[in-house]
């Protein structure tokens, strides 16, 4: 299994074993739901990978934050990456400005149930590279409608469900 191009762990119990495992020809990294996951073990796991990898899905890793994603950006590790799921995990605004800086090619970005508002929604759609194509933002209580509009309007497909309409968000100055 090691070694491989796509690599699903989320269901694994345990991952001690995994980090010293050779994943320089993996494309595709799932870890959705390992709450125990660690970014230094996700960074050391990714080591051999570095900058092979195209899809990477975290969702649900709690203790993956900005500082854990500006470390494996800056490293290099997500310069391939087409997709990405940060969902369910401590990402905010200023998490996805920092992002969009490490991720060229970015095409799909998923930060469902996150603190992220308009300003975040805005940040992704207009990185310097500009081939956002889809963006997943189901349960983020602050974004408002204006910048799921705006985000369309720039071409980028958005999924979204916001369950209490009556909540806002923060508005997106739309210039």
């Known amino acids: 299994m090691f070694g491989c191009f796509e690599c699903n762990l989320g269901s694994a119990q345990s991952h001690d074993n995994i980090v010293d495992s050779n994943m320089s020809n993996l494309t595709s990294l799932s ?6 996951l660690h970014p230094l073990s996700l ?10 990898l195209k899809e990477l899905n975290v969702n649900g890793c709690h203790e993956v934050d900005s ?5 494996l950006g800056k ?54 590279q500009d081939n956002l194509e ?7 209580q602050d974004v408002s409608r ?5 985000a369309r309007a720039r071409g980028v497909k958005v999924d979204y469900y916001f369950p209490d309409v009556s909540r806002s968000g923060k508005r997106v100055r739309l210039e």
């Open 31 to 36: 870890m959705a739901n390992v709450t125990t």
């Open 43 to 52: 960074y050391a796991l990714l080591e051999s990978n570095k900058g092979n």
């Open 67 to 71: 500082a854990s994603l500006s470390l």
């Open 75 to 128: 490293a290099g590790y997500l310069k391939e990456v087409v997709s990405l799921d940060v969902g369910n995990c401590n990402i905010d605004d200023r998490s996805v400005e920092s992002l969009m800086t490490y991720v060229p090619r970015l095409r799909y970005l998923a930060l469902e149930r996150t603190k992220i508002t308009g300003v975040g929604v805005k940040a992704a759609v207009l990185k310097p």
């Open 134 to 140: 889809h963006l997943f933002i189901h349960n983020c």
């Open 146 to 150: 204006d910048a799921v509009e705006f």
